[in-house]
Nanobody
Framework: QVQLVETGGGLVQAGGSLRLSCAAS????????MGWFRQAPGKELEFVAA????????NYADSVKGRFTISRDNAKNTVYLQMNSLKPEDTAGYYC???????????????????????WGQGTQVTVSS
């Protein structure tokens, strides 16, 4: 069983920055690829970023490339999402997720599909004002 708790959301003006954190329980965190997804009201869940369990591979949605950075600290069982140059269209609930099967798929595996992730946090709200 894996528990994920996101923190760091809030209200920020356009052009500002936020850093989201996702703390994970469990001793095998370092074997999980981790992802960030978001969902705006009335819209489907959208992939944002993912990082392999080694940290050596990262994937980003085109809409956030160059603005967002995903990273992880395996010693702290935490994954981060640094969000810079925020735009009103980034407003959404942000969810972190763990892919516990990723270890067996290779050290560079970092899925962009929500279907690959089997544990999810409760989410943290990010609101960007114009």
């Amino acid at each position: 069983q894996v528990q994920l708790v996101e923190t760091g959301g809030g209200l920020v003006q356009a052009g500002g920055s936020l850093r989201l954190s996702c703390a994970a329980s469990g001793r095998t965190f370092l074997r999980y690829a981790m992802g960030w997804f978001r969902q705006a009201p009335g819209k489907e869940l959208e992939f944002v970023a993912a990082i392999s369990w080694t940290g050596g591979t990262t994937n980003y949605a085109d809409s956030v490339k160059g603005r967002f950075t995903i990273s992880r600290d395996n010693a702290k069982n935490t994954v981060y999402l640094q969000m810079n140059s925020l735009k009103p269209e980034d407003t959404a609930g942000y969810y972190c997720a763990a892919d516990t099967g990723s270890y067996y798929r290779g050290s560079s595996y970092a899925s962009t599909s929500g279907h690959e992730y089997d544990y999810w946090g409760q989410g943290t709200q990010v609101t960007v004002s114009s």
